[in-house]
């Protein structure tokens, strides 16, 4: 049987690796949009499923280019004229977003456009199905018990803002040009391959040094803020699934479930036999381990948010009916998965 081609935008990032992964053990054949770098760091979650581009009937493509050029995407869709697109390329970081709101807007808002329009320009409308990464944070801040797909929007960041855009013109292209073109609207999911300026990540790395060390201060933001943490590995399952729907569509996944930051620091050090316990408020609160007393966290002004969303729920029933998809990672094994794998990988690098 002819295998499936798949395009992923954010090839080189958490979801576009791990989906990657997944849609080779499915037998695709993957092509990758990777951006130039100075360095071959960018491609580093790639190593363990990239093999050179000489070997022959490989299943795996890479193709330098940026979501934010029209014409590098009008070109890519008509030599590779995917069966699936999945486009994960953005500026994802919500803080950074606040310092870099021009860039965010463009990269995040303007290349979701330029890939639909490439797939209108090249006649693609019925051969490629669209997914596209949509974000919890088009919510804001959580007002009743939980959000799905009729929740009104309400963004609070420029990314969030741009996102949104994202979302509307993928299901504007849907109505007008009968693109088969859905949403995904994820809920914050984390993994081993996360990047090391997320939260949970920033968290379970650190307490891998700290495992070694025994030392050293962790400077963290709004420790109050909940967050709806699920583990990667299944939302790229999902987004598969939200493709392979008989009909385009818009989807939530997430767990159902919130914790706040100090929640996850308090089970990622449980994880190394310590017991932290918090004191004071905001910006002054700290994290303390119980039994030698050494401070251990620190809440500092800087890492706080221009606006925070301070807690997010997903209700993912529609997806769980129409889909059959649900999380299977609990919190604590996601935390327990991810400060293991740092602390084996703190171990080898030391
Ligand atoms: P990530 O790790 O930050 O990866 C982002 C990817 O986009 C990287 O491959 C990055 O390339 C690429 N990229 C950025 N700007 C680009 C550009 N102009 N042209 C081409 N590629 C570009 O993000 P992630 O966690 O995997 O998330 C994937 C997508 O889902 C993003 O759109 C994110 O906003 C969205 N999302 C994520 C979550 C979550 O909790 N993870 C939840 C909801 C939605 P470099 O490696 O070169 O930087
Ligand atoms: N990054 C970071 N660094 N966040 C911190 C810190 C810190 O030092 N201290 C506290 N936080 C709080 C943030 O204020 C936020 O409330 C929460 O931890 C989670 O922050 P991030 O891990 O940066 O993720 P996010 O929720 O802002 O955004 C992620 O999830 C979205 C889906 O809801 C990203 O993956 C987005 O791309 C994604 O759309």
């Known amino acids: 049987?002819?295998?499936?081609?798949?395009?992923?935008?954010?090839?080189?990032?958490?979801?576009?690796?791990?989906?990657?992964?997944?849609?080779?053990?499915?037998?695709?054949?993957?092509?990758?949009?990777?951006?130039?770098?100075?360095?071959?760091?960018?491609?580093v979650r790639l190593d363990t499923i990239y093999q050179d581009k000489f070997v022959k009937n490989q299943?795996?493509?890479?193709?330098?280019?940026?979501?934010?050029?029209?014409?590098?995407?009008?070109r890519i869709l008509k030599d590779i004229k995917p069966d699936e697109l999945y486009h994960l390329a953005?500026?994802?970081?919500?803080?950074?977003s606040f310092e870099l709101p021009h860039y965010t807007a463009s990269v995040n808002s303007l290349g979701t456009l330029n890939l639909l329009e490439a797939?209108?320009?090249?006649?693609?409308?019925?051969?490629?199905?669209?997914?596209?990464?949509?974000?919890?944070?088009?919510?804001?801040?959580?007002?009743?018990?939980?959000?799905?797909?009729?929740?009104?929007?309400?963004?609070?960041?420029?990314?969030?803002?741009?996102?949104?855009?994202?979302y509307w013109i993928t299901k504007n292209y849907r109505e007008s040009y009968k693109i088969f073109a859905s949403n995904g609207i994820l809920f914050n999911h984390e993994s081993y391959s996360r990047g090391e300026t997320f939260v949970t990540r920033k968290i379970t790395m650190f307490v891998a040094k700290y495992n070694k060390l025994k030392k050293g201060t962790l400077y963290l933001g709004n420790l109050s803020s909940k967050?709806?943490?699920?583990?990667?590995?299944?939302?790229?399952?999902?987004?598969?699934?939200i493709i392979q729907h008989p009909k385009a569509d818009d989807f939530v996944?997430?767990?159902?479930?919130?914790?706040?930051?100090?929640?996850?620091l308090r089970e990622a050090f449980k994880c190394i036999n310590i017991e932290i316990v918090f004191k004071g408020k905001g910006s002054k609160e700290i994290g303390f381990d119980l039994k030698t007393k050494k401070i251990i966290v620190k809440s500092i002004a800087h890492y706080y948010r221009p606006n925070e969303v301070t807690n997010l729920i997903g209700d993912y029933s529609k997806a769980k009916k129409l889909l059959k998809w649900k999380p299977k990672t609990k919190f604590?094994?996601?935390v327990k998965m991810m400060v293991s794998s740092d602390i084996k990988g703190y171990l080898q690098q030391n």
Request: aromatic share 12%.
């Open 119 to 166: 797939i209108r320009i090249n006649s693609l409308e019925k051969k490629t199905r669209f997914y596209n990464a949509g974000s919890s944070e088009m919510y804001g801040s959580l007002k009743g018990s939980s959000q799905n797909e009729k929740t009104p929007f309400c963004p609070q960041s420029p990314y969030a803002t741009s996102k949104l855009f994202s």
């Open 1 to 43: 049987m002819k295998k499936k081609i798949a395009l992923i935008s954010g090839i080189t990032g958490q979801d576009g690796f791990l989906l990657a992964k997944f849609l080779i053990e499915k037998n695709y054949i993957v092509h990758g949009i990777k951006r130039r770098s100075s360095s071959l760091h960018s491609t």
């Open 59 to 74: 299943s795996l493509h890479l193709h330098y280019g940026d979501v934010s050029d029209p014409a590098f995407c009008c």
């Open 90 to 96: 953005a500026q994802s970081h919500v803080a950074i």
């Open 253 to 264: 996944l997430a767990t159902g479930k919130s914790y706040s930051v100090r929640d996850f």
């Open 332 to 334: 604590k094994a996601l």
């Open 227 to 241: 967050r709806d943490w699920g583990f990667a590995g299944d939302y790229v399952q999902g987004m598969w699934k």
